[in-house]
């Protein structure tokens, strides 16, 4: 039987083959949702999915796109504020 903790939906389940031939069950949390713009709603691009322990591990230009509010809005979204900027200069 496993532990309470992991009887519920928050973890995913995996059936993995030990050296001793027999099959047990591991627990993995599962991934978070995908980032969304801020202004459309729309999902990002080029903004990875995981915990933040994975995230950490990656450089910081994998963890967002290297352009003024990359990571924040959606390439459409970030092209208009851009103009508006510009124009109100």
Known sequence: MSAPRF???TFKK???RVPGGRKLEHYKKKKPSKH???KCGKVLDAVPRGRPYQIRKLSKNQRRPNRPYGGMYC???????????????
């Open 36 to 38: 969304v713009c801020a």
């Open 7 to 9: 009887r519920n939906g």
């Open 14 to 16: 995996s059936l993995k």
């Open 75 to 89: 390439t459409n979204c970030t092209k208009k504020i851009i103009k508006e900027e510009a124009r109100s200069l």
